[in-house]
């Protein structure tokens, strides 16, 4: 549906509108947000990033096991999880939290991520690295690759298991970018949802069955994620997700006096305090303008992809529109001719690109009489 806005003539128009209600001031919401005992903390949605709450978010701080959700992330990017590992005696010698295997023994990639994950295995953790990168140096150059790959710019691994080391940091924010990277893996949901999974040695083809470190995935509404960490330095610290009505946040808590309480009050508050809204559709015309010389003389101009985000409830969200009063043709629907700006409150704004709905050519200049006639019988 059309959008039409009615502005004063010039070279660059601009429109700032509140949508759907009364904007509420930035970091405004309609209650206030719990009390987290947690050093550090942040709740952003898994689809767009949004951050809904943060506290010392952006702070250099020990990630203790919630590391290996870079190792995992890695490992599933890689494949070949059919692939048989043979358990080195460094894996064997880990020290912390354990699969409990043993050096001589073969499991599969894809059992090794199961323990990974749900057992927070520091064995299986160099198992992996090994088998993926010939050692756990260079598997860890990998990940510290891919973390500023991902704008983890607080973020550097000196392990894949998270065993404090000078070096090794992380912070609330960093550890929500690689949550959210990891839960678009569909075997990394698979497997973080999961109560528990059976893995099998294969040398003596013994089944066993493993059982989650997540307490929030028994009883928690909607919970689906993701992973523990304790040490220590780090204290007690959790990223968890939940989804409810096809919305899935993600709460990040670091050396936290009670994780389950401070992810859950994060989560809960966020389900019922804030709500994702359309604010751009693909495709949807959202202003016109006239085209000087052009055929035909206005152009519809629409975003070529939808955009969400996140208000509290009964706020809203501020529109900018940036596009000349007049275009010149010609036109084409790859062609950008404007912007739209959406600022959600407290939130960066989210810069889209605007469109021509269809091709605007320049208007053939009329044809007089006797030009046409000559042209017909040329002297």
């Known amino acids: 549906m059309l959008k039409q806005w009615t502005l004063a003539a010039g070279a660059t128009a601009m429109l700032s509108l509140m949508l759907p209600g009364t904007a509420l001031a930035a970091g405004e919401s309609s209650t206030l947000a719990p009390e987290v005992g947690a050093r550090a903390a942040i709740l952003v949605n898994a689809r767009n990033g949004a951050i809904l709450y943060e506290k010392n978010a952006f702070r250099q701080m020990d990630p203790a096991s919630l590391t290996k959700m870079m190792t995992a992330l890695l490992v599933i990017e ?3 999880l059919n692939q048989v590992v043979t358990i080195s005696k460094r894996a064997d010698y880990t020290s912390g939290s354990s699969l409990h295997i043993s050096q001589g023994q073969q499991y599969t990639r894809l059992d090794l991520l199961k323990g990974l994950l749900l057992r927070s295995g520091n064995d299986a953790s160099v198992a992996l690295a090994e088998s993926e990168a010939g050692s756990v140096e260079r ?3 990998e990940m510290n690759v891919k973390a ?9 691994f000196e392990n894949t298991h998270g065993l404090t080391r000078p070096g090794h940091y992380s912070s609330a924010y960093d550890l ?3 949550a959210r990277t990891a839960l678009r893996l569909p075997l990394f949901q698979e497997i973080v949802k999961s109560p528990e999974q059976d893995i099998l040695e294969l040398t003596r083809h013994k089944k066993r069955t493993i059982h989650t470190t997540n307490a929030l995935l028994f009883g928690f509404p909607g919970a689906d994620g993701v992973k523990t960490g304790t040490t220590s330095a780090a204290g007690k610290c959790l990223v968890a997700s939940a989804t409810r009505d096809n919305r899935q946040l993600i709460a990040v808590v670091l050396y936290s006096p009670d994780r389950w309480q401070d992810a859950g009050s994060l989560l809960n508050w966020g389900f019922s305090q804030w709500s994702s809204v359309k604010a751009l559709s693909s ?3 959202m202003v016109k303008r006239p085209v000087a010389g052009g055929n035909p003389e206005t152009a519809a101009l629409a975003p070529h992809h939808s955009v969400w985000v996140d208000i509290p409830l009964n706020g809203g ?3 900018s529109v940036d596009v000349p009063a007049r275009l010149r043709p010609p036109l084409s629907p790859t062609q950008r001719a404007g912007f739209i700006t959406i600022t959600p409150p407290a939130q960066p704004p989210i810069r889209v690109g605007l469109y021509p709905t ?3 050519r320049k208007k053939l200049p009329p044809v007089r009489f006797w030009d046409w006639l000559l042209h017909r019988h040329p002297r």
Do not use: P
């Open 78 to 80: 890689h494949g070949h």
């Open 139 to 141: 598997f860890v150059a």
């Open 148 to 156: 500023q790959q991902l704008g983890a710019f607080n973020t550097s």
């Open 176 to 178: 929500s970018l690689i």
């Open 283 to 285: 495709g949807d015309a």
């Open 317 to 319: 969200y501020a529109t």
């Open 358 to 360: 269809q091709r605007v």
